[in-house]
């Protein structure tokens, strides 16, 4: 067994190559003396460590060692092995070979017309390192000379945190033109990055693969930048570049081998050049693919994984198919691994008495592989926790960073026990492999498949804080700061805070006014467009935002940022080649005045502007969408087929009853109150209106009125002081029309203007005193209209064959037989529940389910149980749910189906409109009450 622990760590472990420098420790035990001797016998230089004289002349007399010395009389071991002299070419030519990124990278900072820099250079001698510090002074070429701010590192911080007090902002002066004959750039710095590796550069290093921070200079580190003046043939003016810059607004930098890379993709945030595109994206990869070599279903654990690495890693290893635990330093973040990035498990490690114990509860099998971001407790934690023949990917050990002395990690005999490989890497190692890393990455962000958090930090002043939070844990992902502000007209902008995850029934109260401020301008290189918003949709699948969310296919709402949702909006500025300033779009907006969109492939381009703008938040947007994917492409509908839609008079039911009856189907609908159900009011304000609004707006002189209150008011005799519904229901009938100037508050101020009533305001809130006002309206708009009262919403306003308020059956099973004495072929399930219980056992043999939507489920902590789903194998239903944004490659063939119906009046849309963003809270909440009819929308301004 010693022999072959020796032959298969020596060469199938180390790969060891002839002249490399070997160090064995315990070396003349019973696997020690063979590894020395296999080194030996390939050629290589070997010291060995013992404890006593006697085993040391063992191994230099018998085994033939170089050199060996005695452990137990050496002081200080670091010193001992830099005794030797090879040792010292060992580590030399692996700080040489580091050297291609961070010690060959100059970053200059230039301050009276002078400049100083440092460069490692190796003399021909290998058994020496030589050290070259040169100062160049440097007549400046002439050129644009502007302030520059900067973050100064004041001094060498020691086995404490960093404090901001450690840095200090000042500001210089800078020359916008590269020396003459010095191979480099001038940049304006747009990003800068902060990363943990940073905290070490703030020591006094000696023989790291870094060097330190120099007191007095900006703090140097990985930045996205804009090319403004070249002396190097590989970069132009105009070119975005990312790579190690100084913590300034400006800087030279000497471009040599890998100190920059030119970006070439920019329709992605640019931002992610510090991050998932950047050197945390690159290390994240190397880590998992080249070091791992991972496969399909193994378990992966990452530590720090909500950070600018971890995440990444997390999302590699579930696209290869493995099973993903993180652990993180708060609930924010433990929420973030598992809603928005897709960890199957993560942990707030902070909260866990037994680190080990936690490991044991996500993995009782154990950890395959581990990507290593903190080491100490944790680290020695995962090591009894490793699988047989698992791997471990050094990439950095936080929590070491700010001690003097490193802990000490105690279970390294499990790397033996369970034949652990683990290995450290560093990232500029392979900076080759950058080409093939965005082949595979750049699709998977395009496609959604990747997601990434960041957190920006604005300006420059603000970098000190935002790099002492990073080891504190402060940041929640990649932790940014933007350079220099984008220049553009800045505005107020109201916005709809959402507060905090809701259970049960959601309050207006968890939703908040508040009033920022925005920048009407892309930030330079961004994908993105700035919109002023003009209509906001409230849609039943925002209720499962609110909640913290756990796989779902939505990620939740962010505590303490506006709610998003879907809108129309115009472009004010556009980064994106594919829109321009005064385009309209509809797609995914947050609920504010004006919005930043960088996620640009969502939004669809307005193109038929004949209709209603709020159109595009219901008819001709996601609503729209969905009722036709579900209908058409779901249901597979025949003409005569029977057709069930439940909350049928939303946004959705009641484009797919109206789709169903053009195709020739019988069609029923449920809707939940007397007034989705009445539809008179709607009705004949409309029909009497479209034939009659010219000549009512041009007959002013006409002082007739037909004071006379119809029989139709009747059926709202029980609420003689309190008219909403008939006045939200006239509202409804006329915002729809498409004569742009006609809404009810101009039909208010027509008729106050020919009748002399009293003034009134109409709102959602208000209560209606004045009945003869509300008689004399209805006076107009009915006369010569005699209809009958009680007539449905669905069935005259959609065209529905029957329709009923599910809230007056005692028996949904009965009802629907009543209405479907044959079965149902197609039910268009938006509501779930006791609803579809009821529908399964009255569907017909092969009948078709499209799920919607389980709006009765969507307040519940717990969803209600469906018991009837036996139904589906008896009668061979197929029931599938659907999402609409996998059918958005139909949206040009959808608005080819239904705009010529629109316009020939084959099909009718109604829309409650609240007025203004302090409505909004209100409107979302009144939808999961039902005290919505038709689609909710909220208008923040005319376009």
């Known amino acids: 067994m010693p022999g072959m622990t020796a032959y298969a760590g020596f060469y199938e472990i180390c790969s060891p190559k002839k002249g490399e420098n070997v160090f064995i420790s315990a070396a003349s035990g019973a696997v020690g003396q063979l590894v020395g001797q296999f080194a030996k016998l390939l050629g290589c230089y070997v010291v060995g460590s013992a404890g006593t004289q006697e085993k040391i002349e063992l191994l230099k007399n018998k085994f033939r060692f170089y050199e060996a010395l005695k452990n137990k009389e050496e002081k200080d071991l670091d010193a001992a092995l830099k005794r030797h002299k090879k040792l010292d070419k060992m580590l030399l030519l692996s700080y040489n070979f580091e050297g291609k990124g961070f010690p060959r990278q100059t970053c200059v900072s230039l301050s009276d017309r002078k400049t100083h820099f440092t460069k490692n250079m190796l003399n021909s001698t290998p058994e020496k390192k030589l050290t070259r510090t040169w100062h160049i002074f440097i007549t400046m070429a002439e050129g644009e000379q502007v302030k520059n701010k900067q973050i100064i590192f004041k001094d060498y911080v020691g086995g404490v945190p960093p404090k901001e007090s450690d840095m200090v902002l000042q500001t210089g002066t800078m020359t916008l033109k590269v020396p003459q004959g010095v191979k480099g750039v001038v940049v304006k710095n747009l990003y800068l990055s902060c990363d943990p590796y940073m905290r070490t550069r703030m020591r006094k290093l000696q023989g790291s693969y870094v ?123 433990v929420d973030l691994l598992k809603n928005k990035f897709g960890f199957d498990e993560a942990f707030n490690y902070k909260e866990e008495k037994y680190l080990s114990v936690a490991l044991k509860r996500y993995f009782p099998d154990g950890i395959d592989v581990y990507f290593e971001n903190v080491g100490g407790v944790m680290l020695d934690a995962v090591l009894v926790n490793m699988r047989l023949r698992g791997r471990i990917a050094f990439c950095g050990l936080i929590s070491q960073y700010n001690r003097e002395k490193p802990e000490g990690i105690h279970n390294l005999n499990c790397l033996i026990a369970k034949r652990v490989r683990a290995e450290g890497f560093l990232v500029l190692d392979y900076y080759h492999r950058y080409p093939k890393f965005l082949d ?21 002043e603000s970098a000190p804080a935002a790099l002492v939070g990073l ?304 008689n004399n309206l209805l006076s107009f708009c009915f006369a010569n209209s005699p209809l009958p009262l009680k007539v449905d919403l669905l069935k005259n306003k959609f065209g529905f064959d029957e329709a009923f308020n599910y809230k007056e059956e005692k028996d949904l099973d009965a009802a629907l037989k009543r209405y479907f004495p044959n079965g149902i072929d197609i039910y268009f399930e938006n509501v779930g529940g006791e609803m579809l219980d009821a529908v399964l056992v009255n569907m017909r043999l092969r009948g078709r389910i499209a799920v919607c939507g389980l709006i009765s489920q969507y307040n519940l902590e717990k969803p209600e149980g469906v018991h009837n789903l036996f139904c589906l194998i008896t009668k061979r239903v197929r029931m599938e749910g659907f999402l609409v944004f996998d059918y958005y490659h139909l949206y040009p063939k959808f608005l080819e189906t239904v705009l010529p119906y629109i316009k020939e009046g084959k099909i009718s849309y109604v829309e409650d409109i609240a007025e203004g963003l302090e409505s909004a809270p209100a409107a979302l909440v009144g939808l999961f009450s039902g005290r919505n009819v038709g689609k909710q929308v909220v208008v923040v301004a005319k376009e």
Request: net charge positive.
């Open 211 to 333: 060097e330190s921070f120099t007191r007095g200079s900006p703090i140097v580190g990985f930045g996205v930048a804009k090319v403004l003046h070249s002396g190097d043939p590989n970069f132009k003016e105009g070119d975005l570049v990312w790579g190690m810059t100084g913590w300034e607004e400006y800087s030279l930098i000497i471009t040599t081998t890998e100190t920059l890379f030119k970006i070439e993709h920019t329709d992605v945030p640019l931002s992610y050049y510090t991050g998932l595109l950047g050197m945390p994206g690159i290390t994240a990869y190397v880590g998992f693919y080249e070091i791992y070599d991972p496969k399909k279903g193994e378990k992966v654990f990452i530590s720090a994984a909500s950070g600018a690495v971890g995440q990444i890693v997390g999302q590699f290893a579930k696209l290869l198919g493995c099973y993903v635990v993180g652990s993180a330093g708060t609930k924010e973040k």
């Open 440 to 460: 595979m990455v750049l699709p998977y962000i395009k496609q959604g498949k990747i997601s990434y958090v960041e957190d920006i930090a604005e300006g420059l």
């Open 471 to 774: 080891f504190s844990g402060r940041n929640v992902g990649k932790q940014n700061l933007t350079a220099t502000m984008v220049e553009g007209e800045q505005v107020k902008n109201k916005q709809i805070i959402f507060k905090d995850y809701v259970s049960g029934f959601p309050k207006e109260s968890d939703m908040v006014l508040k009033t920022g401020t925005m920048v009407l301008k892309v930030p330079h290189g961004v994908k993105g467009v700035v919109v002023k918003n003009l209509y906001l949709s409230c849609d039943p699948y925002m209720r499962s935002r609110m909640r913290d969310l756990r796989g779902s296919y939505v990620e939740p709402f962010t505590p303490g940022s506006p709610v998003v949702g879907y809108g129309v909006a115009k472009v004010l500025d556009s980064g994106d080649p594919n829109f321009k300033e005064g385009d309209l779009v509809w797609g995914m907006t947050g609920w504010e005045e004006y919005s930043l969109i960088t996620a640009t492939e969502t939004l669809f381009k307005i193109q038929h502007t004949d209709v209603p703008l709020s159109y595009y938040t219901g008819l001709l947007g996601m609503p729209g969408m969905t009722a036709y994917a579900g209908f058409y492409e779901i249901c597979s509908p025949k003409k005569g087929e029977s057709v069930f839609v439940s909350a049928a008079s939303g946004a959705v039911g009641q484009l797919v009853g109206q789709f169903a009856k053009l195709l020739g189907c019988y069609v029923v609908g449920s809707a939940g109150t007397k007034e989705k159900v009445s539809a008179m009011i709607i009705y004949c304000v409309q029909k009497k209106w479209r034939a009659s609004s010219n000549s009512a707006m041009i007959n002013r002189n006409n002082s007739t009125v037909h004071s006379t209150l119809p029989s139709y008011l009747s059926y709202f005799a029980k609420e003689k002081t309190c008219n909403v519904p008939l006045l939200r229901a006239l509202f409804y009938g006329l915002v729809e029309l498409p004569i742009s100037c006609i809404t009810f508050r101009w039909l208010d101020f027509a008729y106050r203007a020919n009748f002399g009533c009293l003034d009134f305001v109409i709102s959602r809130k208000q209560v209606v005193q004045n009945d003869s006002y509300i």
